[in-house]
């Protein structure tokens, strides 16, 4: 027979282990409820801000765009990437009834994205590039809340 002392420690320690766990551990073992048409809302957003990113990144560029794709190839092919993976996300919540099921994909993105904001951060893009990158960077935000996933440490 336990005695009661130890049954309670054992309670207490159980107890706090659950409640520091962290929000993604506990998202995975737990699945939410998630609105699909918010989900796509959100990732409506993040292509926006995207979309604004690039024409900003076209704006700087001027008549010398074309020199200017060639001189960042590297930055633009991950762009162009992240612009691919956020539809195929966006296609995938549409097809699903329930836009947890693309959990691992957004999980997938949110890596991508911080690493193209290192990317981004360390280029000699413009200030206005940047601040329209800060914008990106909020949208993910928003997306890995809206799958419980911890935000990126930028």
Same mark, same amino acid.
């Given at each position: 027979?336990?005695?009661?002392?130890?049954?309670?420690?054992c309670?207490?320690?159980?107890a706090?282990?659950?409640? #520091?766990?962290?929000?993604?551990?506990r $998202?995975?073992? &737990? &699945? #939410?409820?998630?609105?699909?048409?918010?989900?796509?809302?959100?990732?409506r *957003?993040?292509?926006e $801000? /995207?979309d604004?990113?690039?024409d900003?990144?076209?704006?700087?560029?001027?008549?010398?765009?074309? *020199?200017?794709? &060639?001189?960042?190839?590297?930055? #633009?092919? &991950?762009?162009d990437?992240?612009?691919?993976?956020?539809?195929?996300?966006k296609?995938?919540?549409?097809q699903?009834?329930?836009p947890? *099921?693309?959990r691992? *994909?957004v999980?997938s993105?949110?890596?991508?994205?911080?690493?193209?904001?290192? #990317?981004?951060?360390?280029?000699?893009?413009?200030?206005?590039?940047?601040?329209q990158w800060r /914008?990106?960077? /909020?949208g993910?935000?928003?997306?890995?809340?809206?799958?419980?996933?911890?935000?990126?440490?930028w």
């Amino acid at each position: 027979m336990y005695q009661p002392r130890t049954l309670l420690a054992c309670a207490i320690a159980l107890a706090a282990l659950a409640a #520091f766990s962290s929000p993604a551990a506990r $998202a995975d073992d &737990h &699945h #939410f409820h998630m609105d699909k048409w918010h989900t796509l809302r959100v990732i409506r *957003q993040v292509e926006e $801000a /995207n979309d604004q990113m690039m024409d900003s990144i076209d704006d700087w560029g001027g008549p010398r765009a074309d *020199q200017v794709r &060639h001189d960042h190839a590297d930055l #633009f092919q &991950h762009l162009d990437q992240f612009g691919d993976d956020l539809s195929a996300l966006k296609a995938q919540v549409k097809q699903q009834d329930d836009p947890w *099921q693309t959990r691992d *994909q957004v999980q997938s993105l949110m890596g991508e994205a911080a690493d193209l904001g290192h #990317f981004i951060m360390r280029s000699d893009l413009p200030r206005p590039v940047r601040q329209q990158w800060r /914008n990106v960077r /909020n949208g993910m935000d928003a997306l890995a809340a809206e799958y419980h996933l911890p935000p990126i440490s930028w």
